[in-house]
């Protein structure tokens, strides 16, 4: 099973600040990584596919990077809405794993 | 639009048995896998099976194998998440989730609260 290690577990940023996660696998990935968004209360929501494709509608302020093993999530100013839950997930292998997550909060 | 619409929250015994259910719509059900998401109070997200509709192929996690059934009706387009024998530690969220061939899960299911306490 590939193992998905997220950093930092807790990110403490102000509105319109950068926000920068990074995701690390424990076997090569290739692409096939995906960011997910989760608020209290919700269902994940797909943010990034194909390591950084964003999905529909997700604004542009919100860019992945990385292949292989190692991985970015970048939000370039963060609104009110953005502070949440942020998880990657491998779907190159079964089972799909995800990280353990990144909590971005208010500064 | 594609929808999953999950079955509602559920309060059992130890012991007891369940089937929870994801009722899909808005896209061909057995052209996409679909599977179950678990989601213990305050922690990640952990997939645990998963089936093609479209020939029935089914696989597990491994922490999962044994411990529950993943089946779909495809005349219906709803896929199920069964267990034989609850325990308290599967007390948690439950979410369906679709995914196509090499590509993540899109869409998924609002959850499904299970509560397992004697």
């Known amino acids: 099973e590939i193992v998905m290690t997220q950093s930092p577990a807790t990110l403490s940023v102000s509105p319109g600040e950068r926000a920068t996660l990074s995701c690390r696998a424990s076997q090569s990935v290739s692409s096939n990584l995906a960011w997910y968004q989760q608020k209290p209360g919700q269902a994940p929501r797909l943010l990034i596919y194909?390591?950084?494709t964003r999905a529909t509608p997700i604004p542009a302020r919100f860019s992945g990077g990385g292949s292989g093993t190692e991985f970015t999530l970048t939000i370039s100013s963060l609104q009110s809405e953005d502070f949440a839950v942020y998880y990657c997930?491998?779907?190159?292998?079964?089972?799909?794993?995800f990280g353990q997550g990144t909590k971005v909060e208010i500064k | 639009e594609v929808r999953l619409v999950q079955s509602g929250a559920e309060v059992k015994k130890p012991g007891e048995s369940l089937r929870i259910s994801c009722k899909t719509s808005?896209?061909?059900?057995?052209?996409?896998?679909i599977g179950w998401v678990r989601q213990m109070p305050g922690t990640g997200l952990e997939w645990m099976g998963i089936i093609y509709p479209g020939d029935s192929d089914t696989r597990y996690s491994p922490s999962f194998q044994g411990q529950v059934t993943v089946s779909a009706d495809k005349s219906i387009g709803t896929a199920y998440l069964q267990w034989s024998r609850l325990k308290a530690s599967d007390t948690a969220m439950y979410y369906c989730?679709?995914?196509?061939?090499?590509?993540?899960?899109?869409?998924w299911g609002q959850g499904t609260l299970v509560t397992v306490s004697s």
């Open positions: 808005g896209y061909t059900f057995t052209n996409f896998w």
């Open positions: 997930q491998q779907y190159n292998k079964w089972p799909r794993t």
């Open positions: 989730a679709r995914f196509g061939e090499w590509l993540p899960s899109d869409s």
């Open positions: 194909g390591a950084s």
